[in-house]
């Protein structure tokens, strides 16, 4: 009878470690899902969308920037998360917006893993 009541206790460990690592989980997506909901301030001036689609907007954006400022034309604006276009006035001023923004979103992304990976140890 003991020995069964000490494989009882070694399956509820079990199923309690699963339990703490599915909440630590659910953590790390929640908090992650709340800093891209956040966006990214640029220069206390407007504020950048962080999900996948904006990431590939405003790469989008800058390839096409790019190729204007070699022919002369116009750099295209920037949008932030209220809809609202910024002008930039030369490929060196979006390419310091896109860096900073790159830099962040690239960070955020690795305390991401670090929080998963805490977890999957």
Do not use: C
Request: aromatic share 10%.
């Amino acid at each position: 009878m003991e020995t069964h009541l000490m494989s009882k206790l070694i399956v509820n460990q079990e199923a309690v470690a699963f339990v703490n690592k599915q909440k630590a989980r659910q953590d790390a997506d929640d908090w992650f899902a709340e800093e891209v909901e956040k966006g990214f301030l640029y220069n206390d001036s407007f504020t950048l969308g962080l999900t996948q689609e904006d990431v590939s907007l405003l790469t989008g954006n800058f390839v096409l920037a790019e190729k204007a400022a070699a022919l002369g034309a116009d750099i295209p604006p920037v949008v932030d998360v209220h809809g609202v276009p910024h002008s930039v006035e030369d490929i060196a001023e979006l390419t310091a917006i896109m860096l900073a923004y790159g830099n962040y979103r690239a960070n955020l992304s690795a305390e991401y893993s670090e929080k998963l990976a805490a977890f999957e140890e």
